[in-house]
């Protein structure tokens, strides 16, 4: 009976989280833009969701791997490079990859128009990762390979050096 009795204690009503066209934390970093929608503060941390703008010609990070959280990207406008250890993969407008913990990746906008992508994180934990980045830049320091694996090694991840 006491088992019944706590699986029947009323819970909380949970609370709507809207974030509008303008709302949200504006990140740059060089030619990216990043809107963080969701820094999982509205969702026990089980969630972060940020829309990003890469430029034409932009370079993302370092091939790397996440140990402890999923990434999902999903393309809105343009076409975005993903590469996966050895393979690329062309997403264009409408496309999701997800990556799983543990599989080595990265993107770039290799093409002359900008790419506009929708980021899921779960759990949130590499929202902070962005915002560290955006603050070496604000602090005058170059965004270096270093500064970036330093950054991420913060956060359960590590560059994939077998990949480079």
């Known amino acids: 009976m006491a088992e019944e009795a706590e699986t029947n204690v009323p819970q909380a009503d949970p609370v709507v989280w809207v974030a509008g066209p303008g709302d949200g934390e504006t990140i740059v970093l ?13 969702t026990g941390q089980r969630l972060a969701i940020a829309e990003s703008v890469l430029a034409p010609h932009t370079q993302g990070p370092p091939q790397h791997r996440h140990a402890q959280h999923d990434e999902g990207f999903y393309i809105l406008s343009g076409t975005v ?23 080595p990746h990265t993107f770039a906008n290799l093409t002359d128009q900008p790419a506009v992508m929708l980021s899921t ?35 359960a991840t590590e560059p994939a050096t077998d990949l480079a």
Do not use: C, K, W
């Open 30 to 42: 060089g030619t990216t833009h990043m809107r963080v929608l969701e820094d999982g503060s509205h």
């Open 81 to 103: 490079r993903f590469t996966v250890g050895e393979e690329d993969h062309d997403a264009t407008t409408g496309t999701l990859v997800v990556v799983p913990p543990g599989t």
């Open 121 to 155: 994180f779960t759990p949130n934990l590499y929202v902070q990762y962005f915002r560290d980045l955006q603050e070496v830049l604000a602090d005058g320091r170059p965004l270096t390979p270093q500064a970036n694996i330093d950054a991420m090694s913060r956060y």
